[in-house]
């Protein structure tokens, strides 16, 4: 693993910051060109250091990543539309063609980019650990630095393991330029095992939410630790790592994933979940007054909530509107949009699948009655979103022959019919302090539901967590209280209402992807033809037609992304991934 350390001592202490908010512990001056012992005697260089690892936590955030498309259109989310050649990594993704080699290197994306920068900030967090004691700073906020930088050193870590499988387990050692670094790959469990043993050691010397300074906000807490080995824990339970792997090779078995399965990873992951809850730390931020479902379309707008566990930092910024809007909201409509299969994903405001006889969809008249996540997540035709011109809602037409958002006639504007509102702000008032979500406390809500339907089956509780999200998604109530769960299912039914609450209520949170790989279900969710909404006007009304958009292609090699070959030739020792 011979990373290119002279450019890695090079980006350490070049830290500029180029997404700070004013105000926030973000907004530290940088040190440039500084050697360890500037930085590390100074105590604001020390921590502008420190403060350079949060940057890249929501990296797979960057709209612009897999050529414009973003992590959406990695899984059956989304349709790329910014760019359709076929070198575009987001189409070779798709198309099945993409390999370790194709990557836009000059760009630092994709294949690349999913190495290189978590691998960047361990040795960061490990030039920290090595140095942080010589700096004038207090032994109590050194303690607490250490704290952070571990559990920010386990984040990245997990980022790897969740697509590579094990990587190789590096501790506190920093290389140097001089030194001949070959090291294997560590094996899953040892991986899984050294990230929630980082992230409860971490959590002690941190201060909890209640706790944290205002100024603080967004550095790492106790919860940001639990909710990372909750997820850790539900990752390593999943099919695909839980002895479930792809890999035929003895010594790959136990790099990519436990070469047996064992039941009890998920009581353990229901755990971690559990001591979350019952911490009574943090809560799903509700409104149904305001509009049905308003709490859950407003926490992603809101920089200060007691929902989210660890999030991405951003200065106020228009990134999602100005890419997933549509043209007359003054975006671009042009990165990615929603997919038919995530749209018929969503049930009816009974809580009822569009599936279900009893559900009251109706083909002709599809986007009545949803459940209020899917208004609140997407515009489609008829939606209102704020119009400048008007200053006031107003409607948005996608229809054939509507301009300027409805399917273009040259270029590829608003191919499946619908755009993203997730996210979004929709009062027209520029820009927002939007942080990206990395850990909410609905996905917690979730993983518990998973973890314990798979380990007891669906068990009170079960349905207990489930309702607590539906509930303040806005779903109705129902004459049972059940919002739309039916008593008496089987565990593997319940596993598939879980598994479609975590669609629905995760959609554009780079969840998708990883989920459907963890259960290893991808090569039936990814091997499809994407689906778009062809909505013509005819008189007063419009008819609904159900139109194939574009193939999305999936082999069983892409259920781990593949190691860059330019690092697997440095390296006789890093073993690829299988099919790669």
């Given at each position: 693993?011979?990373?290119?350390?002279?450019?890695?001592?090079?980006?350490?202490?070049?830290v500029?910051?180029?997404?700070?908010k004013?105000g926030?512990?973000?907004?530290?001056k940088?040190?440039?060109?500084?050697?360890?012992?500037?930085?590390?005697?100074?105590?604001?260089?020390?921590?502008?250091?420190?403060?350079?690892?949060?940057?890249?936590?929501?990296?797979?955030?960057d709209?612009?990543?897999?050529?414009?498309?973003?992590?959406?259109?990695?899984?059956?989310?989304?349709?790329?539309?910014?760019?359709?050649?076929?070198?575009?990594?987001?189409?070779?993704?798709?198309?099945?063609?993409?390999?370790?080699?194709?990557?836009?290197?000059?760009?630092?994306?994709?294949?690349?980019?999913?190495?290189?920068?978590?691998?960047?900030?361990?040795?960061r967090?490990?030039?920290?650990?090595?140095?942080?004691?010589?700096s004038?700073?207090?032994?109590?906020?050194?303690?607490?630095?250490k704290?952070?930088?571990?559990?920010?050193?386990?984040?990245?870590?997990?980022?790897?393991?969740?697509?590579?499988?094990?990587?190789?387990?590096?501790?506190?050692?920093?290389?140097?330029?001089n030194?001949?670094?070959?090291?294997?790959?560590?094996?899953y469990?040892?991986?899984?095992?050294?990230?929630?043993?980082?992230?409860?050691?971490?959590?002690?010397?941190?201060?909890g939410?209640?706790?944290?300074?205002?100024?603080?906000?967004?550095?790492v807490?106790?919860?940001?630790?639990?909710?990372?080995?909750?997820?850790a824990?539900?990752?390593?339970?999943?099919?695909?790592?839980?002895?479930?792997?792809?890999?035929?090779?003895?010594?790959?078995?136990?790099?990519?994933?436990?070469?047996?399965?064992?039941?009890?990873?998920?009581?353990?992951?229901?755990?971690?979940a559990?001591?979350?809850?019952?911490?009574?730390?943090?809560?799903?931020?509700?409104?149904?007054d305001?509009?049905?479902?308003?709490?859950f379309?407003?926490?992603?707008?809101?920089?200060?909530?007691?929902?989210?566990?660890?999030?991405?930092?951003?200065?106020?910024n228009?990134?999602?509107?100005?890419?997933?809007l549509?043209?007359?909201?003054?975006?671009?409509?042009?990165?990615?949009?929603?997919?038919?299969?995530?749209?018929?994903?969503f049930?009816?405001?009974?809580?009822?699948?569009?599936?279900?006889?009893?559900?009251?969809?109706?083909?002709?008249?599809p986007y009545?009655?949803?459940?209020?996540?899917?208004?609140?997540?997407?515009?489609?035709?008829?939606s209102?979103?704020?119009?400048?011109s008007s200053?006031?809602?107003?409607?948005?037409?996608?229809?054939?022959?509507?301009?300027?958002?409805?399917?273009?006639?040259?270029?590829?504007?608003?191919?499946?019919?619908?755009?993203?509102?997730?996210?979004?702000?929709?009062?027209?008032?520029?820009?927002?302090?939007?942080?990206y979500?990395?850990?909410?406390?609905?996905?917690?809500?979730?993983?518990?539901?998973?973890?314990?339907?798979?380990y007891?089956?669906?068990?009170?509780?079960?349905y207990?967590?489930?309702?607590?999200?539906?509930?303040?998604?806005?779903i109705?109530?129902?004459?049972?209280?059940?919002?739309?769960?039916?008593?008496?299912?089987?565990?593997?039914?319940?596993r598939?209402v879980?598994?479609?609450?975590?669609?629905?209520?995760?959609?554009?949170?780079?969840?998708?992807?990883w989920?459907v790989?963890?259960?290893?279900?991808?090569?039936?969710?990814?091997?499809?033809?994407?689906?778009?909404?062809?909505?013509?006007?005819?008189?007063?009304?419009?008819?609904?037609?159900?139109?194939d958009?574009?193939?999305?292609?999936?082999?069983?090699?892409?259920y781990?992304?593949?190691i860059?070959?330019?690092?697997?030739?440095?390296?006789?020792?890093?073993?690829?991934?299988?099919?790669?």
């Open positions: 693993m011979k990373i290119k350390l002279m450019y890695l001592v090079m980006a350490i202490l070049l500029g910051v180029g997404a700070c004013k926030s512990f973000l907004d530290a940088q040190p440039s060109d500084l050697n360890e012992q500037a930085t590390f005697t100074d105590s604001v260089r020390t921590i502008a250091f420190l403060t350079r690892s949060y940057v890249d936590v929501g990296f797979n955030f709209a612009n990543r897999w050529e414009g498309g973003g992590h959406p259109v990695l899984a059956d989310e989304a349709i790329p539309v910014r760019f359709t050649g076929p070198q575009n990594d987001a189409i070779l993704m798709a198309s099945g063609a993409l390999s370790a080699s194709s990557t836009n290197v000059t760009k630092q994306v994709q294949v690349l980019n999913n190495w290189r920068t978590p691998w960047e900030n361990i040795r967090a490990n030039v920290f650990l090595q140095n942080v004691d010589r004038p700073l207090s032994a109590g906020l050194r303690k607490k630095l704290a952070e930088v571990r559990f920010l050193r386990a984040w990245y870590y997990f980022q790897l393991v969740k697509v590579y499988g094990g990587v190789p387990l590096v501790g506190d050692v920093v290389y140097t330029i030194d001949n670094i070959d090291l294997p790959r560590s094996n469990g040892d991986c899984i095992d050294y990230i929630v043993k980082e992230c409860d050691a971490a959590a002690t010397d941190l201060p939410f209640n706790e944290q300074l205002q100024q603080d906000y967004g550095r807490t106790k919860g940001a630790c639990m909710g990372l080995k909750s997820r824990l539900l990752y390593a339970a999943s099919p695909l790592f839980n002895g479930g792997g792809i890999a035929t090779d003895p010594t790959l078995k136990n790099i990519t994933g436990y070469a047996s399965a064992d039941q009890e990873r998920w009581n353990k992951a229901a755990q971690a559990k001591d979350i809850i019952n911490s009574g730390t943090y809560a799903l931020l509700e409104d149904n305001t509009r049905m479902g308003y709490g379309y407003s926490v992603f707008l809101k920089r200060y909530n007691n929902e989210y566990l660890f999030a991405a930092m951003k200065a106020p228009r990134e999602y509107e100005n890419n997933l549509p043209t007359s909201r003054t975006g671009s409509g042009k990165s990615s949009a929603p997919t038919q299969q995530l749209v018929d994903a049930g009816m405001e009974n809580g009822l699948p569009i599936t279900d006889p009893a559900s009251g969809y109706n083909p002709n008249d009545v009655k949803r459940d209020p996540r899917f208004g609140n997540s997407i515009i489609y035709n008829g209102k979103f704020f119009f400048a200053n006031n809602m107003a409607v948005v037409n996608t229809f054939v022959g509507s301009s300027p958002d409805g399917p273009a006639a040259t270029g590829p504007i608003n191919i499946p019919g619908y755009y993203w509102r997730k996210m979004m702000v929709e009062d027209g008032s520029g820009n927002t302090d939007r942080c979500p990395l850990i909410r406390y609905a996905e917690v809500l979730l993983n518990y539901a998973e973890a314990l339907n798979e007891q089956g669906p068990v009170a509780d079960v207990n967590t489930l309702i607590k999200v539906r509930k303040r998604a806005g109705l109530a129902g004459a049972n209280g059940n919002y739309g769960l039916k008593t008496g299912i089987s565990k593997d039914e319940m598939l879980i598994q479609n609450e975590r669609r629905v209520e995760l959609a554009l949170e780079e969840h998708r992807l989920d790989r963890r259960w290893k279900i991808a090569e039936v969710t990814d091997n499809v033809m994407l689906k778009g909404m062809k909505i013509t006007k005819v008189g007063t009304g419009f008819t609904y037609e159900v139109i958009i574009k193939p999305h292609a999936f082999r069983p090699a892409f781990l992304f593949p860059p070959e330019s690092e697997i030739a440095k390296s006789p020792k890093l073993l690829q991934n299988p099919g790669w």
